[in-house]
């Protein structure tokens, strides 16, 4: 099957990724090397972009700055987060029908993905040729289908240097601020938090506890696992994800806590709004161990830091805004490109096609094999599987080999 | 006048640094050059190693390990913020001497400038020859007499691209959140709060507000400042310093407000712990005009992030260490080495020395000729006297050119 003559758009959409503008570049590439394509269209704000007719002409950027937007995080293009409503989409497309748009690529998570495949119905129930195909891009690794997502191997990395940098500052503190704790992005899925895992070089290292949204636990113990940590080594630094649980499968964090106007927060897909996990650990810790935590809340750096991204997921990033479009100028539509590891000791991908409609509103999880049974850690196989994402070892650091010298006998 | 043979000690004092390390081999490296030193001890957790004589031997430690140590974030041997007693002096010189040490060499920020300076003085009260001499080291920056301090530009390498970062961020999301709040470390002083303007390429630039302690600013200013920039640029990015100050000189945040174990918390030294400046922010604005702020409190990753220091900072703060040793041996005491920036266009620095009683408890804040006249951000003389301490520019980020397409004449 070969594909019609016409436009292309491209947007981006949901929160931003430090590779993110590899994807659109990768799309702005590939559309250049097909004659299928005509004008190359940028959407303002993602599928807003549509609503308000804010294209821009992508043919019209210099070469040196689309290598350069390689480097740059966050969506160049703007992003949305706009539950789209099913009286939008007849709008949606009489307004690529006016543009001549026959290739539709969206770069998101799984409410894009729903988007993409809600184009595509409209434009096949209406006899319009269009190609709609999605280019994933999570921080939150939580797509179906693909092995893993752009986006996460960079903020993993920078999840990871930074519990080792914090790490090494705890442990120098010694006994006057031996617990610290880093609230990591991620409301139901635990893969981003998880790779505080590979901060790890010894298993004593930080971080010692590291808690996932998929494996609730109750504050009983994670008042004594901090115990036998602090006890072991004399300092504990947890890895909290944002949406850890307790036991029963409620919010960790209890209130009386910090939300917005007093109000339970929701975001416009109606996920509720996460939060003050770190300063419930800190609370409970003070309370029942009488030790002050420290806080780390890295927040949106997570997820836009470009100076310590993963090259790994960066060349990938790129890799699947271009086979969207091969895709798409091939025929497909309603797919999402996926990445598929190759079995074996060094790491591959090959990319794949998957439907959309097993990717939109669907949620991976952590699966049961990446979580230790505390729930407390995870193990061996998950870093087998997150290692090689994040582009190589964080740099070397040392610590001193110490050879304490003898004390005089008379010392006090 | 020639100094004694004799062993030396070398501590490290306060918060830790991204570059603390270098100070450390820089000690270590001149010691071992020089023939009057015997023993090179390290102190564990500072001068608590001295009261418990927890000496470790330097010379033990291989080559490799201490170019290595030069890449590692936060004190090596462990740090300490314990205020030495007048009554603990004569027990912490009685082990120098037991130990034959003639070169105390500590490094940290005033509180430890106050006791290298009374070491000095026990030891000159007593008759025993001891050269005990500061290595200045704090992100804060607030060293008195030195033109900067080492520490202070890799924090600030790392502020202003944390910063750039999340600003990146912020306009990608547009209108869905366009206000972000980042607290940055300092309680007095305003010297890394004040760095984030280094993130700015353009004068629109995030941040667009930067608030510091030494200018206090009321409620009512920063709601205008924040609905200005809303206004003008469509979002608005705020620095704003953990020590904020309101008009009359209070703490900006006000209770009720996060503290530990509901009373105000202190830290060994009686200084006031602050916080809670990002979450004030966020209601007040919320409460005012109805924006939701995005907080990101990055916390201790400010001053350990080893895979962004400056190139600067980590020359400098080697470079002090080796001075020190030098200093000591040709038979200086009681001086902190500083740093003299010489006059001209390209930055170049000259070490010299000042009484340890000039940097003891003294906390050097911000000029008012580096602060705006409205107290919401930098000037450019600042901007001058800044720059050069991070190290070179950041990595070349790219905005697209967005040449918007026609539209069409029907749309809607």
Chains 1, 2 share one sequence.
């Not at 789209?84 to 998101?108: H, P, S, T």
């Amino acid at each position: 099957m070969s594909a019609i003559k016409g436009n292309l758009v491209v947007g981006q959409s949901g929160g931003p990724t430090a590779v993110i503008n590899n994807s659109l570049v990768g799309v702005i590439h590939e559309a250049l090397a097909q004659e299928k394509i005509g004008g190359i269209y940028g959407l303002l704000h993602g599928i807003a972009g549509v609503l308000r007719e804010e294209f821009v002409d992508l043919r019209a950027e210099s070469p040196d700055a689309l290598e350069t937007l390689r480097n740059t995080p966050a969506s160049a293009l703007g992003t949305v987060r706009y539950k789209v409503a099913d009286a939008d989409y007849e709008r949606l497309l009489e307004v690529l029908m006016a543009y001549n748009v026959r290739y539709f690529l969206y770069i998101g998570g799984n409410d894009s993905a729903d988007t993409t495949h809600k184009m595509h119905l409209i434009a096949a129930q209406k006899g319009y040729e269009l190609h709609a195909i999605g280019v994933p891009k999570t921080v939150d690794n939580d797509l179906a289908v693909t092995d893993h997502c752009p986006g996460y191997g960079s903020a993993a990395r920078f999840v990871a240097a930074a519990v080792r940098n914090t790490g090494y500052d705890t442990i120098a503190m010694g006994d006057t601020g031996p617990l610290k704790v880093m609230e990591i992005m991620g409301r139901n899925a635990g893969w981003l938090t998880a790779a505080a895992a590979l901060a790890k070089e010894a298993p004593d290292d930080p971080p010692q506890l590291i808690y996932v949204p998929e494996h609730g636990v109750s504050v009983e113990q994670v008042i004594e696992d901090v115990r036998y940590w602090h006890k072991k080594v004399g300092h504990c630094i947890i890895a909290a994800s944002e949406g850890m649980k307790d036991d029963k499968g409620g919010d960790f964090a209890k209130p009386p806590l910090k939300s917005v106007g007093g109000k339970a927060a929701v975001d416009a897909f109606g996920h509720a709004a996460k939060g003050g996990v770190a300063e419930f650990l800190e609370d409970v810790l003070k309370e029942t161990l009488g030790l002050r935590a420290r806080l780390d809340k890295p927040g949106y750096l997570q997820r836009s830091f470009g100076e310590l991204t993963s090259s790994v997921d960066r060349e990938e990033a790129y890799r699947v805004g271009r086979e969207a479009v091969r895709a798409a100028v091939s025929g497909e539509s309603d797919k999402m490109v996926t990445l598929i590891r190759r079995p074996g000791p060094v790491y591959a991908v090959d990319t794949g096609l998957a439907p959309l409609e097993k990717i939109a509103n669907n949620e991976h999880k952590m699966p049961t094999e990446f979580i230790n049974e505390k729930g407390n850690g995870v193990t061996p196989a998950f870093i087998e599987y997150a290692r090689p994402l994040i582009g190589g070892p964080l740099i070397p650091y040392a610590r001193l080999a110490c050879k304490m010298m003898p004390k005089r006998a008379d010392s006090h």
